[in-house]
């Protein structure tokens, strides 16, 4: 048996060595080959090592490329550790760490995947690892701290809030300037007083030292003594200096109160709210008895997110005895409205301050311009009368010192009986004022003409019309040009007669406006295309391409004529379709400049019109010089100049009239524009049909062929009675 078993040993000595005789050679024939970080796998390819890669992948057969270390952290595909850990790349692997503010509960700081990872948040405040200043309060965040001023400190200047390098100091009263060149004993005493305030104050008596300042505010504007007495013009400089100035104190000071809301009374009736928080998403409001103030975060906080927001509304019901009879400024838009809701407005005799005034302000000094609009509601007790209208105004500085009331960046939203809602765009010192204007009563008699002008201009035009269409002696390229201006006119005055003050329904208003602005600019545009035929038939007399002119006019006037108005008319209602119909008439509103869009076409065709007219008068006169005593040719040009001259002053010179209604003469104007307007079509039905000889022969053979027909209407109705009664006397025969 035991030499069995030798005799198997040779074989099995051949099978062990069999594999391992190629294998140790290739190793030993390819070691020198590959790269570094590398493995040999034949005679003719490496393999790297994990953790590195070469340019054609694991494996490679160029002797010539090398291994290159795999960033596991970084793209395509990063580790994933887990939350608050963070991946770091080793030289042919990786391994995790918590991050920074971060450490492990338990197990290794060094980890491989996120089923290892057990990091939270590290609390510097409480264990000490902080660099907070003994100035600041540390505040933990998540992975992270924050030095935070205690209460009743603020940053030092130069450096941000909330930072770890923050260092505070104690908040100091703010210093308040004095108006110069003003000699009043009761305001030196006022600001000795604030003065004291200013020299005992710190950040634990925060509370009685702004409930101070508002009773010393509240005991001057109670007894304002010699400041009474002072003029208006100085009046109107100090006692907004004094409203800006506590302003500017209580701004300062407040941000030692802690988080909350805050009321301060006087026995004079001042009311102080104060509202002081953290950054937030909610809206902001303070109510008071007579007021209300809403405005949002984003107009409270400024760029440099100073911690803790303060937003104030001051009321002072004393004041109105010193600004009343400050004047009034509106701004152009404001005015121009004004103008258009009150019909012959003349000027403002009046004004009284319907609330009490009031001051805003917030942490962030810069209010020039919010991001927001902030809202007020101010009650009142007095209620507009239909000549009174109401205002909400802002205190705006003068150059020389004194201020006046201003309108600019506040706007009324709303308004009833006994409140009035307004928005600004800055915060200042801001009242509710109620102006009363002196108002022209309406002129009946411009009224009167008007509605007789206009109806009698109506029928002219629908008989010119009808002469246009019918009379086939005289239908030409003029005719249909005189034929599309008169439908065009009539139109137009007619539902400017019958729907002009149709102001109960908007849109019915607006689309009432849009066809007018449409009627009137088609017919300026006829007018246009009226004068240029006059002109190039003018220029005929000396050129002869009459047939040209009419093949021109046939082609373009049309299009010209009703495609122009409808795009104009389209861009103005795309752009501003709110602006069509005023609260008084269906016409365009003044707002932004939008008449224009019917006031720039207009003196664009009567400036193009004049010159026409010009051009035509000296064509012709050049004409008349040269002409000899032809009576035909004489006639005709004579014609066609008394043609011109009326075409300027019909069509033209009446819009002009309207243009010069100002000053003195604007009386006189208003009925000069009201007559002629108003009988346009008397004076086309006049000039184009009964001074045209073609025309009344054409009315002499329609009035004979009534007559004849009326004739013979009553000899048949007298034969057929004739006929009757003949009839008759048989049948009793």
């Known amino acids: 048996m035991r030499n069995k078993y030798l005799s198997l040993l040779p074989g099995l000595l051949v099978l062990l060595l069999f594999p391992m005789g190629p294998t140790a050679q290739n190793s030993k024939a390819c070691a020198l080959r590959c790269p570094p970080n590398s493995s040999c796998v034949n005679g003719t390819t490496c393999r790297c090592t994990p953790g590195f890669i070469s340019v054609s992948g694991e494996i490679f057969t160029d002797p010539l490329e090398s291994c290159y270390d795999i960033n596991e952290c970084g793209p395509p595909s990063p580790v994933y550790c887990g939350i608050s850990a963070d991946c770091q790349n080793l030289e042919g692997g990786y391994y995790c760490t918590c991050s920074p503010g971060y450490e492990p509960v338990s197990g290794a700081t060094i980890f491989r995947n996120e089923s290892e990872n057990t990091c939270r948040d590290v609390d510097e405040c409480s264990s000490g690892q902080h660099q907070c200043h003994n100035s600041t309060v540390c505040v933990n965040t998540v992975g992270s701290y924050r030095c935070h001023c205690r209460q009743g400190w603020e940053p030092k200047p130069g450096l941000w809030y909330k930072q770890m390098n923050t260092i505070c100091k104690e908040i100091s009263f703010p210093t308040w300037t004095a108006p110069s060149g003003i000699k009043s004993q009761a305001l030196s005493h006022f600001l000795n007083r604030i003065q004291d305030l200013g020299r005992n104050f710190s950040s634990a008596s925060v509370l009685n030292t702004v409930g101070d300042l508002v009773q010393e505010t509240g005991d001057l504007l109670e007894t304002p003594g010699d400041l009474k007495t002072l003029p208006f013009s100085e009046q109107h400089f100090v006692v907004p200096n004094l409203l800006f100035g506590l302003e500017n104190v209580l701004r300062g000071v407040s941000k030692a109160l802690p988080k909350g809301s805050f009321t301060f009374n006087s026995s004079a009736g001042i009311e102080l709210s104060l509202e002081v928080q953290a950054p937030s998403y909610r809206n902001i409001t303070l109510i008071q008895k007579q007021t209300k103030m809403m405005l949002t975060w984003d107009a409270v906080r400024d760029s440099g997110d100073s911690g803790l927001a303060v937003v104030g509304l001051l009321s002072t019901p004393g004041m109105d005895r010193f600004l009343a009879e400050a004047p ?4 152009a838009e404001e005015l121009t409205t004004l103008h258009e809701t009150h019909r012959g407005l003349l000027q403002e005799t009046s004004h009284i301050l319907l609330s009490d005034v009031i001051s805003a302000f917030i942490t962030n000094k810069d209010t020039e311009n919010l991001r927001s609009p902030v809202t007020f509601v101010f009650q009142h007790s007095v209620t507009p009368g239909p000549r009174e209208k109401v205002h909400c105004v802002y205190w705006e500085h003068g150059q020389n010192g004194s201020g006046h009331w201003d309108t600019r960046g506040c706007w009324v939203t709303s308004t009833r009986d ?9 915060l200042s010192i801001f009242a509710v004022l109620m102006a009363h204007y002196s108002v022209q009563e309406e002129d009946s008699a411009l009224t009167v003409i008007t509605y007789v002008g206009l109806s009698l201009s109506l029928l002219c035009l629908l008989l010119a019309a009808l002469t246009f269409l019918l009379c086939k002696a005289i239908q030409n390229t003029s005719t249909s040009l005189h034929l599309q201006l008169s439908l065009c006119l009539f139109l137009a005055h007619l539902l400017f007669l019958t ?8 849109v019915l208003c607006a689309i009432i406006a849009g066809a007018l602005h449409y009627l009137y600019l088609a017919s300026f545009t006829w007018m246009l295309l009226v004068g240029l035929h006059l002109f190039l038939s003018a220029r005929n007399l000396t050129v002869v391409n009459y047939s040209g002119i009419n093949r021109f006019m046939k082609k373009a006037m049309f299009p010209v004529g009703y ?20 609260s ?4 365009l509103h003044s707002e932004k400049g939008f008449k224009w869009g019917f006031l720039g076409p207009v003196c664009a065709i009567f400036s193009v019109n004049l010159a026409f007219f010009l051009m035509t008068l ?8 040269s002409l000899n005593s032809e009576v035909s040719t004489l006639q005709n040009t004579r014609m066609l100049t008394f043609k011109a001259t009326a075409q300027l002053f019909i069509l033209g010179c009446t819009w002009f009239l309207g243009i010069l209604q100002v000053g003195q003469a604007a009386r006189v104007m208003a009925y000069l524009f009201t007559i002629i307007n108003s009988l346009q079509g008397v004076f086309i039905f006049l000039v184009y049909c009964l001074l045209s000889q073609q025309v009344r022969e054409q009315y002499r053979k329609w009035l004979k062929r009534i007559r004849k027909s009326k004739a013979e209407s009553e000899k048949y109705t007298l034969s057929s009675r004739t006929m009757s009664e003949g009839c008759k006397h048989s049948e009793e025969t």
């Open 584 to 587: 008084t008439s269906c016409w």
């Open 499 to 506: 729907a002009i003050d149709r102001t109960e329904s908007k």
């Open 328 to 331: 009034l400024v509106l701004d």
């Open 418 to 426: 006994n409140s009035t809602t307004c928005q600004c765009s800055h």
């Open 618 to 625: 000296w064509i012709l006169k050049r004409k008349l010089c």
């Open 563 to 582: 495609g122009v108005p409808a795009v104009i008319v389209a861009i103005s209602a795309a752009s501003r379709p709110h602006l069509y119909g005023t």
